[in-house]
């Protein structure tokens, strides 16, 4: 069974830099059928796709925030990072990481985890 669960820092400083951490056991990162993805969800916004970072290493970003966001590997550990830059209340929200398959639709989520930016 694929489990995904993320972790990081739940209170994040205004023009800080947040970083969170999707560790994914049941299945290898490195499978090529499967684009691990961040989405996040707040009141004001509703579900929004960050991007993804796919079996073979390739990633892919939403536009709005390409020039923010970054979503790296560790193979070795099988986890998945995404890092945004230059946070602002507006990026207050729940972070989901969850497994897309080639049809894009989602089958396994993490329960996501709370970041609120505040100083």
């Known amino acids: 069974q694929v489990q995904l669960q993320e972790s990081g820092p739940g209170l994040v400083k205004p023009s800080q830099t947040l970083s969170l951490t999707c560790t994914i056991s049941g299945e290898s990162i490195t499978a090529v059928n499967y684009f691990w993805t961040w989405i996040r969800q707040s009141p004001k916004k509703g579900l929004e796709w960050i991007g993804y970072i796919g079996g073979g290493g390739i990633t892919l970003y939403n536009p709005s925030l390409e020039s923010r966001a970054s979503i790296s590997r560790d193979t070795a550990k099988n986890q998945i990072t995404l890092q945004q830059t230059s946070v602002t209340p507006e990026d207050t929200a729940v972070y989901f990481c969850?497994?897309?398959?080639?049809?894009?639709?989602?089958?396994?989520w993490g329960q996501g985890t709370q970041v609120t930016v505040s100083s």
């Open positions: 969850a497994r897309a398959g080639l049809n894009g639709q989602y089958d396994y």
